[in-house]
């Protein structure tokens, strides 16, 4: 099977940084795309990022300019640096790895995997 455990929530204030990572483990042959979404206390969740196994990135407008995701597909590790942090930031962030190719025994299997989410605070 595959795991997908996100690190690297916390509090932090406002105009702060934080960067989480993410990493994803078991028998596993590619992953298409890797990304980050949030959500928030009351709200459904959204995406935040999107980087592919070529490097193409995507980004919500909201995020545009203060985050950026970043990849390495030989860890199987996504990353996102967040700055200039604000309140509104302030939700559950879960890593997302998409077109994940995987070994269980002698068959090759695909699918898509959440982590469990990290809590992101930015509170004064």
């Known amino acids: 099977q595959v795991q997908v455990v996100e690190s690297g929530g916390g509090l932090v204030q406002p105009g702060g940084s934080l960067r989480l990572s993410c990493a994803a483990s078991g028998s596993i042959f590619s992953i298409n795309a890797m990304g980050w979404y949030r959500q928030a206390p009351r709200k459904q969740r959204e995406l935040v990022a999107i980087?592919?196994?070529?490097?193409?990135?995507t980004y919500v407008n909201f995020v545009k300019g203060r985050f950026t995701i970043s990849r390495d597909n030989a860890k199987n590790t996504v990353y996102l640096q967040m700055n200039s942090l604000k309140p509104e930031d302030t939700a559950v962030y879960y890593c997302?790895?998409?077109?994940?190719?995987?070994?269980?025994?002698?068959?090759?299997?695909?699918?898509?995997?959440w982590g469990q989410g990290t809590q992101v605070t930015v509170s004064s």
């Open positions: 980087i592919t196994s070529a490097g193409t990135t």
């Open positions: 997302n790895a998409d077109g994940v190719t995987y070994y269980s025994g002698p068959y090759r299997y695909a699918g898509e995997f």
